[in-house]
């Protein structure tokens, strides 16, 4: 039975309403009042999990915005698009958040940015704007000018929930940290040193990222794409990519496929290293902390003298890679990695040799599977919460398709578990990478690009970042220039995981918790 079939005999749909767009990724176009019904047989009869939600503004072709489902349908190594129409003369359409609440943010964040409301939404309150932006002003609709300076309004603060209660008070943490970090508001409730509920308000640092797209030619949005998430660059470089070459039909070659997961596992080494290190420092267990950090400088140096760039970013290039490695490179990272291996191993034992740090560790920001999958939480925290999901096994690209590595996975959902994951998922990139290493084909580096893309609806990109998956959706239009892309990072998946992970512990607990999750407030952002 092909594909095709299945989906539509899941969905109780004709078979003809169902296209395959590209491979790996199907179309149905549906209403917007059968959504609901339609998530309803996607998980229970494909186990589908939403992995976006989107509207386009399609009002100069077709008189009408286009609300998108994004679903990914593991068993079948395929992504289901729900597309339906919402006309402008009544801009709303049934939520599907109070049974799905993965869609929560998704729904809000469309209703912030299209206008377009989710009726039956059970919290309409806004997510991405704050509050002296002007009602109205729906940035990413295609009449609201790009440089327009928009005015701001007084209005009253965020909806915080009241305190009551005796003896219960709020404890107001950010948004400006000490540090480096980006802005983010957490508002804590407490009685005594329990947490009772946590609030956070984010999106202080909004960049338009998506509508900055839309200006630029398709070429140069590679640049913008890896200024999502700095720590982050070759998983948004790579799944915008991967975008653009599904739309242009470019085969990319053989080495430079194998150049890429290379690229991508050593951006989860020096990342996951440096998480380590950091929930260390978050207990003061200083010496362990110090090894990560020298562990962490290593990978980047390394990484400079072998791509030219610490951090990996202009490493990716439409087509394939823009840097080599010849062999006296594999050579000396081979060599690099064997002594990592090592080190990295003393750095574990240490760790959970030790008792004043597992027991700050053990049972802090417990996240139950059941939340995590209600939550969509993705990567590495959904993973730590026995949620066994991961896009270089279950939809692979590049060079992933044939290697042989597993993917751990705990059940703690704590603290513990997400270093733990961490950590076996790093004894992972070791094994993806001496595979790799050990047979890189001998091709060009890129691919020749066409002048100008396809007219398109559409065509996903994915990329199983170190956090979690990372998509970019991007449609183009009769002159073949973007005129939408959807940028969906990890974070904005994992964020609401955070708020169920802290109730129930003590706020000195909190900054191991959240950097047991470590999520990019710039990627969420965006």
């Known amino acids: 039975m092909s594909v095709v079939t299945t989906v539509s005999t899941a969905l109780e749909v004709p078979e003809?309403?169902?296209?395959?767009?590209?491979?790996?990724?199907?179309?149905?176009?549906?209403?917007?009042?059968?959504?609901?019904?339609?998530?309803?047989?996607?998980?229970?009869?494909?186990?589908?999990?939403?992995?976006?939600?989107?509207?386009?503004?399609?009002?100069?072709?077709?008189?009408?915005?286009?609300?998108?489902?994004?679903?990914?349908?593991?068993?079948?190594?395929?992504?289901?698009?729900?597309?339906?129409?919402?006309?402008?003369?009544?801009?709303?359409?049934?939520?599907?958040?109070?049974?799905?609440?993965?869609?929560?943010?998704?729904?809000?964040?469309?209703?912030?940015?299209?206008?377009?409301?989710?009726?039956?939404?059970?919290?309409?309150?806004?997510?991405?704007?704050?509050?002296?932006?002007?009602?109205?002003?729906w940035a990413l609709r295609k009449d609201f000018p790009y440089d327009a300076a928009v005015p701001r309004v007084p209005g009253d603060?965020?909806?915080?929930?009241?305190?009551?209660?005796?003896?219960?008070?709020?404890?107001?943490?950010?948004?400006?940290?000490?540090?480096?970090?980006?802005?983010?508001?957490f508002r804590f409730g407490v009685a005594g040193e329990p947490v009772l509920y946590l609030q956070l308000r984010l999106f202080y640092v909004h960049k338009g990222t998506e509508k900055r797209f839309e200006r630029l030619p398709w070429r140069h949005g590679l640049f913008l794409a890896e200024s999502i998430s700095g720590d982050t660059a070759v998983g948004h470089a790579l799944a915008y990519a991967h975008a653009i070459e599904r739309l242009a039909e470019v085969t990319v070659p053989a080495r430079a496929r194998s150049l890429r997961v290379v690229l991508l596992e050593l951006e989860r080494l020096y990342n996951h290293t440096a998480d380590i290190g950091a929930l260390a420092t978050d207990v003061a267990f200083t010496v362990p902390a110090s090894r990560a950090q020298a562990l962490r400088e290593g990978l980047v140096r390394l990484q400079d003298g072998l791509f030219g760039t610490r951090l990996l970013r202009g490493t990716i290039a439409l087509g394939g890679v823009t840097r080599d490695l010849p062999p006296e490179s594999c050579d000396a990272l081979r060599a690099h990695l064997h002594e990592f291996e090592k080190q990295f191993d003393e750095l574990i034992r240490l760790l959970v040799d030790a008792g004043t740090f597992t027991d700050r560790v053990d049972g802090a920001g417990v996240l139950s599977q059941q939340a995590a999958r209600d939550l969509g939480i993705v990567g590495m925290a959904a993973r730590a919460s026995g949620v066994d999901g991961d896009l270089r096994r279950d939809h692979p690209t590049d060079a992933y398709e044939g290697l042989h590595f597993d993917v751990p996975v705990e059940d703690g959902g704590d603290a513990r578990a997400r270093l733990m994951v961490r950590a076996r998922e790093i004894e992972q990139s070791l094994v993806i990478l001496h595979q790799v290493l050990a047979a890189l084909p001998d091709t060009p580096l890129a691919a020749s690009l066409p002048h100008r893309l396809p007219a398109s609806t559409g065509a996903l990109g994915w990329v199983e970042a170190w956090r979690g998956p990372c998509t970019h959706w991007i449609a183009t239009d009769d002159r073949g220039d973007i005129c939408r892309v959807k940028i969906t990072d990890p974070s904005f998946l994992n964020w609401p995981g955070l708020v169920q992970a802290v109730p129930g512990n003590i706020i000195p607990d909190f900054p191991v918790i959240n950097k047991s999750f470590n999520l990019s407030y710039s990627g969420n952002d965006r």
């Open 16 to 137: 003809r309403a169902v296209r395959a767009t590209r491979p790996g990724e199907l179309l149905l176009e549906t209403t917007s009042s059968a959504l609901s019904g339609l998530a309803d047989r996607v998980t229970g009869n494909l186990s589908g999990r939403l992995l976006s939600l989107f509207a386009s503004d399609e009002r100069d072709v077709s008189g009408r915005f286009v609300l998108h489902h994004l679903w990914f349908l593991p068993g079948l190594r395929t992504f289901l698009r729900l597309a339906a129409p919402v006309l402008p003369a009544e801009p709303s359409y049934p939520s599907i958040a109070a049974k799905y609440p993965v869609a929560n943010w998704f729904e809000r964040e469309v209703m912030d940015l299209f206008g377009l409301v989710p009726e039956g939404h059970p919290n309409p309150t806004r997510v991405a704007l704050h509050d002296d932006w002007p009602d109205g002003a």
């Open 157 to 185: 603060y965020h909806p915080f929930r009241p305190v009551t209660g005796e003896g219960v008070f709020q404890v107001p943490v950010g948004p400006v940290h000490a540090g480096i970090i980006e802005p983010g508001h």
